[in-house]
T-cell receptor, first 114, second 113 residues
Framework: ETGVTQSPTHLIKTRGQQVTLRCSSQ?????VSWYQQALGQGPQFIFQ???????GRGNFPPRFSGLQFPNYSSELNVNALELDDSALYLC?????????????FGQGTRLTVV | QQQVKQSPQSLIVQKGGISIINCAYE??????FPWYQQFPGKGPALLIA?????SEKKEGRFTISFNKSAKQFSLHIMDSQPGDSATYFC????????????FGTGTKLQVIP
């Protein structure tokens, strides 16, 4: 088991609502990357946070936003939920922003938008 | 745009056999090629990774073969075991101000006794 924990594990929201997902990073890791994994697909990079700043972003609209706190835990916020946002959301923490390959993944939050 | 293409989508192998999963990439800026293993209800976990200056890397029963000119790489699982049944993702990473990992679509491996 990794030291990366995500909450909640499952969530059901209605289209148009807003959601906040949380991630507690591995001790000593200062970087958190967030991924969206649709059913039967590989994870897609949403963004990365390094020392409380967004450090890189994938091809996701601005309604996907995040935060990283001084203890390096992180939140992913999604506004104006759409049905296509239904997916497993993974966070991964790494020692450095250049060590994402070796990141430790959490178990994910399964979001269902109805 | 799918930058890392993975095949097959699913694979059934007998216990003791060799499992082979193939990937191809397009972006020559990629400089690190990892493979991840994901069990149901879990996040992916790094299995093995290779840099493009090496043609092969072996760790236990897992081997990555890398062909830079063809922009292809593959994972071989020797002596496959039922416990290897999982979804495998190839990926490619580019470095710079930060390291971004691009995943393939995954291969669901089932090893039957």
């Amino acid at each position: 088991e990794t030291g990366v924990t995500q909450s909640p594990t499952h969530l059901i929201k209605t289209r148009g609502q807003q959601v906040t997902l949380r991630c507690s990073s591995q001790s000593g890791h200062n970087t958190v990357s967030w991924y969206q994994q649709a059913l039967g697909q590989g994870p897609q990079f949403i963004f990365q946070y390094y020392r409380e700043e967004e450090n890189g972003r994938g091809n996701f609209p601005p309604r996907f936003s995040g935060l990283q706190f001084p203890n390096y835990s992180s939140e992913l916020n999604v506004n104006a939920l759409e049905l296509d946002d239904s997916a497993l959301y993974l966070c991964a923490s790494s020692l450095t922003r250049t060590g994402a390959v070796e990141a430790f993944f959490g178990q994910g939050t399964r979001l269902t938008v109805v | 745009q799918q930058q890392v293409k993975q095949s097959p989508q699913s694979l059934i192998v007998q216990k003791g056999g060799i499992s082979i999963i193939n990937c191809a990439y397009e972006n020559t800026a990629f400089d690190y090629f990892p493979w991840y293993q994901q069990f149901p209800g879990k996040g992916p976990a790094l299995l093995i990774a290779i840099r493009p200056d090496v043609s092969e890397k072996k760790e236990g029963r897992f081997t990555i073969s890398f062909n830079k000119s063809a922009k292809q790489f593959s994972l071989h699982i020797m002596d496959s075991q039922p416990g290897d049944s999982a979804t495998y993702f190839c990926a490619a990473a580019s470095s710079g101000g930060y390291q971004k990992v691009t995943f393939g679509t995954g291969t669901k491996l089932q090893v039957i006794p």
